[in-house]
Structure formats: structure tokens, C-alpha cells
């Protein structure tokens, strides 16, 4: 089993940069894909991005293609999204995920962290 704790979150201005990063207990750390969903408000959960095992794949949603950067460090069990050029639009609730299938198919992930708020001013 694994458990999952976001931090970075915060409030930023359009443009801006964060870092998020999410804590991950349990041996099997990397073993797990590990991915990042965001949820705006009124609005379902959604796939961002999500890494291979060994870090050596990744895929992206369109939408932060390009602006967004998801990595891992598999000695410290964490993994990161790095945020950049951030948009009003980028709002919204993220979490990270651990899944046994690299996919970017929600129902695909069993263990959730409990979600940490990014809010970009325009």
C-alpha cells in the first residue's frame, strides 16, 4: 500500500511558477506509476501528467504540454510537478496518484494523495 501527501500549493500570479511535490510511504515506491490529476471547481477531476517507474517515459496532457514537467526521485519516494507560465485556467485542486499501469486513465489509479490548492491570479 502507499500513501501520498501533496505539498507546493499556493497562490501565484499568471506567468508564475510552482513546484509541487508529493511524498510517497511504502517500500514499493518504484514500483508505482505515478501521475498528477487536477480538479477545478464544478468541473471532474482530470489527468495532467503522469512518469514511468523509472522515470524514463511521460506523457502529458495537452492542455500544460510543454509547461508543465513531472519527475520523480525514486531514492527520496517523491515526485514533482514543476509548473511554469502558469494560467489563470491552471486552477484547481492537484493530486498525485499511484496507479500499476502507466496510463492516463483516472479509474486506473488505486492510491490518491489528499490534494493541495494552486489558485494563478490574472
Known amino acids: 500500500q502507499v500513501q501520498l501527501v501533496e505539498s507546493g500549493g499556493g497562490l501565484v500570479q499568471a506567468g508564475g511558477s510552482l513546484r509541487l511535490s508529493c511524498a510517497a510511504s511504502?517500500?514499493?515506491?518504484?514500483?508505482?506509476?505515478m501521475g498528477w490529476f487536477r480538479q477545478a471547481p464544478g468541473k471532474e477531476r482530470e489527468f495532467v501528467a503522469t512518469?514511468?517507474?523509472?522515470?524514463?517515459?511521460?506523457i502529458y496532457a495537452n492542455s500544460v504540454k510543454d509547461r508543465f514537467t513531472i519527475s520523480r526521485d525514486n531514492a527520496k519516494n517523491t515526485v514533482y510537478l514543476q509548473m511554469n507560465s502558469l494560467k489563470a485556467e491552471d486552477t484547481a485542486v492537484y493530486y498525485c496518484?499511484?496507479?500499476?499501469?502507466?496510463?492516463?486513465?483516472?479509474?486506473?489509479?488505486?492510491?490518491w494523495g489528499q490534494g493541495t490548492q494552486v489558485t494563478v491570479s490574472s
Open positions: 496518484a499511484a496507479s500499476q499501469y502507466y496510463t492516463p486513465r483516472r479509474n486506473e489509479y488505486n492510491y
Open positions: 511504502g517500500r514499493t515506491f518504484t514500483t508505482y506509476y
Open positions: 512518469m514511468s517507474d523509472d522515470g524514463g517515459n511521460t
